[in-house]
């Protein structure tokens, strides 16, 4: 069986997103891969890692790493403040099978106005996730008004 996950994208809210895409961006020298801007001054930036992994941890493991990292406790539980986004080849058959594996339905798969198909789930371990299907192609989606790929990267 092919891997049925295509890319993970870790979203982070963020009030300064200037600071924040400079720093991620420019500073760390991650690629804008895309970008997009909708209504009511909402705007994307999605910039690129060659790859990605997801690391689960027990708060057991957490205050080991801060001891070993920092030694001492430092790690900060937050209210919700990221959500996991995995793109996949089909949103409506994902979303059922990951209902049936123990994940809370918040939304069924809904159609965005950038082209995708996201359906929002409460995971195990308290993570909202997204899992999405592109509807179009990166190429058909930069022809019209408010999408693109950024310019820098």
Not at 34 to 49: M, W
Not at 132 to 144: C, D, F, I, P, V
């Amino acid at each position: 069986m092919t891997n049925p996950v295509s890319q993970l994208r870790l979203i982070v809210e963020t009030e300064d997103f200037e600071r924040a895409l400079e720093f991620y961006r420019d500073v760390l020298g991650l690629p804008e891969a895309e970008s997009y801007e909708g209504e009511g001054g909402a705007r994307v930036a999605i910039l690129a890692v060659p790859s990605a992994t997801l690391e689960l941890s027990n708060p057991a493991q957490i205050r080991l790493i801060d001891e070993v990292e920092v030694g001492r406790p430092v790690a900060r539980s937050y209210p919700l403040s990221i959500r996991v986004a995995f793109e996949v080849e089909d949103a409506a058959a994902t979303t059922e099978r990951l209902v049936a594996g123990g994940a809370d339905l918040v939304a069924a798969p809904t159609e965005t106005p950038w082209r995708s198909l996201n359906a929002r789930l409460e995971a195990p371990g308290g993570l909202q996730i997204t899992a999405y299907q592109e509807l179009e192609s990166l190429e058909e989606r930069a022809a019209r008004e408010g999408f693109g790929k950024g310019e820098r990267g």
